[in-house]
């Protein structure tokens, strides 16, 4: 009786052990009461798919910059479950992703559903534990029938660094009873806030480009389930509703019929929901789907019904905030909101679930055989940089994109060319790169590759141009005929040196960002390196300026063995080196000439704080640590006047709003006289401009003689659209020869966010400026902005005493992803 007692109780306790706790009991408080650190949310899901094996499948997908774990978590009926790998390859077969023949009659739909990907947006990551309960228990009848057909993959938090960041902050500040004013300290997050990762990044603009190391992990494994539903869920200000699909214009043109109509039918069915319980909400305004980096667009342009979803709440409303109307918005008002809008996307996509897998497979039928767009293939020149091209195959394997070499050659064919902006009669040489449109990826790569898209609608969210090739520097070529590549692609490496005897230099070509990295290591291991200030030729290579010069003569004092940290520095960057056996050069300058000049090992400081736009220091940080692989200084604005700068050579002022006092100019102004380099970037440079001593001076308006005729108040927004720049390309002019411009040829392609213009300085021509007559640009500027830009700098250096300024009026580090402007930025670091 003993054994059957205990054996009773045993097990009544794994019964209690695995019982499927709701939030609020595995928690101990209501959800909503408290924000809930992001161990607590994985220990959740833990126990819960613990609890649930036949009806929930948790997977760890990645690890964020931090340490923090990236989970996916799995919800289907119990026979889906248990052939989830099965359903996974099947989804991509339809997709034309995975070989072999795919079975639609036993094809669920896939719905992804991604939670706060800017973390001080936090009821989406709240609201996931209840909807995982509630898809796991399958307690109610409508979910289980759903479940029968549909798989819901869940992402409780895409960016757990900063949601972290943000709910510790706030449950360190907020009071026991929530304070319900706009006023209040919990209420008014500070610096650099939860929104961004680690490194202070946007994710939402991150999908495409995948810089950071969330999005890397996570377009992964989204691109091995390829979902035909996908809800990204956010939080706006809390003045706003609740916004939801269908979304406003502009739209991309190549957004198909089919995703725009059932993104209709799911917003409907949300709008059902929330009439029936009088909730506020907003449709086809605001969030366009057009630039291609978004958690809606992305999904979007990889054959999904992509849809963004914003609650009303941020950062700014805590627990509780009383906001205009008086009424008081709650964290469980948001949480049930968006609960509520992702069963409804779940329960619509069940419902056409047939359909929706149809129309996925339609999809990519047509991408491999009709692709959209004007262009059939796009080929990158094989005479590029290497390292450029590899730098662009790395986002293409990001996609799954495929590619080869031409494999032969294509004369006299007509062809948009990238740098000149025209179609021209042209060459394509065996060794190019080759990208064809008739691919599963064809409208992504059409999207990243298109040198301007169609914009339906000039008021917009983001920027309006990001093509590759000029992203990359990248001498490219738009083919509008079939062209398939017919050899295998190898990425460049950098050939293993093997000497016989001590060389008496090495001298490299500066073309990419990796002679950067190259010679940041040297420098911080001591090594005395050159760069020629004038071209030259040596042994069988032809120099151009910019080129670098490691002279045994100059290392004499180097404690190590020059020639294999050289060659190890130079295998890591994957750079090539060529060996110099005597000072005399073929042309130009010898190697000991005064043309060769020394560089300075910067020791570098970054300001950050209110002032500073926390991407723009995020972006420079990451470019350090992360690309450049060199040490900097993060020093608070605030203290700069207090602070000695003589331990530093380099100040950097990323893009920010700056308010500088006099006492902060006057420390900069002196240590820059006393040979101290300023880098100051977008807003960076607005805080010098206008101001005694300084050369950046703004450009003013032409004035017109007449007043324009009134508006009416409904058309000022799109009247304000003449004076703006949302983001556009332009083509600008390089100097070859100046320190600044080094590695990028005679030609710039500038990312320009902001309207700024600024004069052209009476002492030098810039490094690199805007021409004063017709220039080619890509992407919206307004008709009053067109004009102002003619004739203006984009980069450009003072010298002040024995220091210099240098001026980049647009940030060559945005988002990271503009390869070409790194090595901008690169050179007003050394040179």
């Known amino acids: 009786m003993l054994r059957i007692f205990l054996s009773c109780l045993l097990g009544l306790l794994l019964l209690e052990l695995n019982a499927q706790q709701s939030p609020a009991e595995f928690l101990k408080r209501p959800l909503g009461a408290q924000f809930t650190p992001h161990h607590q949310l994985v220990g959740y899901f833990q126990q819960l798919a613990d609890s649930a094996p036949t009806t929930m499948h948790l997977e760890q997908y990645g690890t964020t910059a931090e340490g923090r774990p990236l989970y996916l978590a799995y919800f289907s009926a119990p026979e889906n479950i248990a052939r989830l790998e099965e359903i996974r390859k099947n989804n991509l077969r339809i997709a034309g992703m995975l070989e072999g023949p795919a079975n639609l009659n036993t094809a669920p739909a896939l719905v992804w559903i991604s939670m706060s ?5 936090p009821s989406g990551s709240e609201s996931s534990m209840e909807l995982a309960f509630r898809l796991a228990t399958q307690q109610e009848d409508n979910i289980k029938t759903w ?16 949601y972290d960041r943000y709910t510790h902050w706030y449950r360190g500040v907020s009071n026991l009873v929530p304070n ?20 202070y990044y946007d994710l939402n603009r991150d999908w495409a480009w995948a810089t950071q190391l969330e999005s890397q992990q996570r377009v992964a494994v989204y691109q091995r389930w390829l979902p035909q539903v996908h809800a990204d869920l956010h939080e706006q200000y809390p003045e706003n509703p609740y916004y939801f699909a269908p979304a406003g214009e502009p739209t991309h043109d190549y957004i198909t019929p089919w995703q725009r109509d059932f993104q209709s039918q799911i917003g409907a069915n949300h709008a059902r929901y929330f009439d029936q319980f009088g909730w506020l909400y907003f449709t086809k305004e605001v969030f366009d789907l057009f630039y291609p980096s978004y958690g809606d667009t992305y999904p979007m342009f990889n054959g999904a019904i992509g849809m963004t979803y914003e609650q009303a709440g941020h950062s700014v409303a805590g627990r509780a905030l009383t906001i205009s109307n008086g009424d008081t918005l709650t964290l469980s008002d948001r949480i049930l909101h ?33 692709p959209q767009g004007a262009f059939k293939a796009f080929v990158v020149s094989a005479n590029n940089d290497p390292n450029k091209i590899n730098a662009l195959c790395n986002m293409l394997d990001r996609h799954l994109i495929q590619y080869g070499r031409a494999g032969v050659a294509y004369p006299n064919l007509r062809a948009f060319d990238y740098l000149e902006g025209k179609d021209l009669e042209i060459s394509i040489q065996p060794n190019d790169l080759v990208i064809s449109a008739y691919q599963s990826k064809s409208t992504l790569i059409q999207v990243i590759f298109e040198p301007e898209p169609h914009l339906t609608d000039s008021l917009t969210y983001d920027i309006t141009a990001w093509s590759a090739p000029f992203a990359y520097g990248l001498k490219a070529y738009g083919i509008r005929e079939k062209m398939e590549p017919k050899k295998t692609f190898s990425r460049f490496t950098a050939p293993e040196l093997r000497l016989a005897a001590a060389p008496y230099s090495y001298c490299v070509h500066r073309n990419a960002l990796a002679e950067s990295v190259f010679l940041g290591q040297l420098l911080q291991q001591g090594i005395q390196v050159r760069y020629a200030s004038k071209p030259f030729a040596i042994a069988d290579q032809q120099f151009v300026e910019g080129a670098l010069v490691i002279n045994r003569g100059d290392n004499r004092n180097f404690q190590g063995d ?6 190890a520095a130079a295998a890591k960057a994957n750079v090539t080196i060529h060996p110099i056996f005597s000072g005399i050069s073929g042309s130009g300058n010898d190697l000991g000439s005064e043309s060769f000049r020394l560089i300075r090992k910067p020791e570098i400081a970054v300001v950050y704080g209110d002032d500073v736009e926390e991407n723009a220091y995020g972006q420079t940080w990451f470019f350090f640590e992360q690309e450049l692989k060199y040490p900097f200084t993060a020093i608070d604005l605030n203290r700069l006047h207090k602070i000695n700068l003589n331990r530093y050579n380099v100040l950097i002022f990323p893009h920010g709003n700056y308010h500088l006092q ?6 900069i102004k002196e240590w820059v006289e006393r040979g101290g380099r300023i880098l100051a970037v977008d807003g960076g440079a607005k805080a010098f401009a206008d101001n005694d001593g300084y050369d950046l001076k703004t450009k ?7 007043l324009p005729a009134p508006k009416p108040y409904r058309s000022r927004e799109r009247t304000a659209l003449s004076d703006q720049l949302p983001g556009a390309i332009l083509k600008a002019v390089a100097d070859p020869s100046d320190p600044l411009a080094y590695g990028l040829g005679d030609r710039y392609f500038t990312l320009k966010t902001d309207a700024d213009a600024y004069q052209m300085p009476e002492k030098a021509i810039p490094a ?6 017709n220039y080619q640009s890509y992407g919206f500027i307004g008709y009053r902005v067109r004009p102002q830009l003619k004739n203006t700098p984009i980069a450009m250096t003072q010298h002040i005493g024995n220091g210099t300024i240098v001026y980049y009026i647009d940030n060559p580090l945005f988002r990271s992803f503009w390869e070409q402007g790194k090595v901008l930025f690169a050179n007003g670091l050394f040179f």
């Open 562 to 567: 020059l020639d294999v940290v050289v060659k």
């Open 700 to 706: 003013e308006s032409p004035k017109s003689d007449s």
């Open 147 to 162: 479940l029968k057909n549909t798989v819901v993959i869940l992402d409780p938090a895409l960016n757990p660094d900063g």
């Open 180 to 199: 319900t004013r706009y006023d209040g300290r919990e209420h008014n997050e500070p610096w650099p806030g939860g929104r961004v990762n680690h490194y």
């Open 768 to 773: 690199v400026f805007v021409p004063p007559g």
């Open 338 to 370: 968006h609960i509520t809008t992702s069963l409804s996307t779940i329960e619509i996509t069940s419902r056409n679930a047939s359909k929706v897998v149809q129309n996925f497979q339609n999809y990519f039928n047509r991408e491999r055989t009709a």
């Open 117 to 121: 990907v800017h973390g001080n947006e």
């Open 662 to 667: 006099d006492k902060q100019y006057t420390a």
